[in-house]
């Protein structure tokens, strides 16, 4: 079992940056590959980034590649999402979420294939 609780989001103007944070506690989660989704007003929640158990492979959606960067810190149980230049199309609720171990390499951008999830933390971009 991983219990993850999100923190960082707020209210920031159109090209601004914002760091969310993801805290994780339960057993293994230094072998849980871990993702970022949103679900912005009246819409679908939709895949952001996602990296591996070890960082080094990561990926994005082709909205926020060259402005979101995810990264972990194993040691401290946390993963992160960097965001800059960001935009008003960004608002919405950010959710970290948590596949169970695996060691591949191979990412998942589909939410069905994570197995815990935040709460949820809500960014605003203002225009």
């Known amino acids: 079992q991983v219990q993850l609780v999100e923190s960082g989001g707020g209210l920031v103007q159109a090209g601004g940056s914002l760091r969310l944070s993801c805290a994780a506690s339960g057993r293994a989660y230094s072998r849980n590959p871990m993702g970022w989704f949103r679900q912005g007003p009246a819409k679908e929640r939709e895949f952001v980034a996602a990296i591996n158990w070890s960082g080094g492979n990561t990926d994005y959606a082709d909205s926020v590649k060259g402005r979101f960067t995810i990264s972990r810190d194993n040691a401290k149980n946390t993963v992160y999402l960097q965001m800059n230049s960001l935009k008003p199309e960004d608002t919405a609720v950010y959710y970290c979420?948590?596949?169970?171990?695996?060691?591949?390499?191979?990412?998942?951008?589909?939410?069905?294939?994570?197995?815990?999830w935040g709460q949820g933390t809500q960014v605003t971009v203002s225009s």
């Open positions: 979420a948590a596949r169970l171990p695996s060691c591949s390499s191979i990412l998942r951008k589909a939410g069905e294939d994570y197995d815990y």
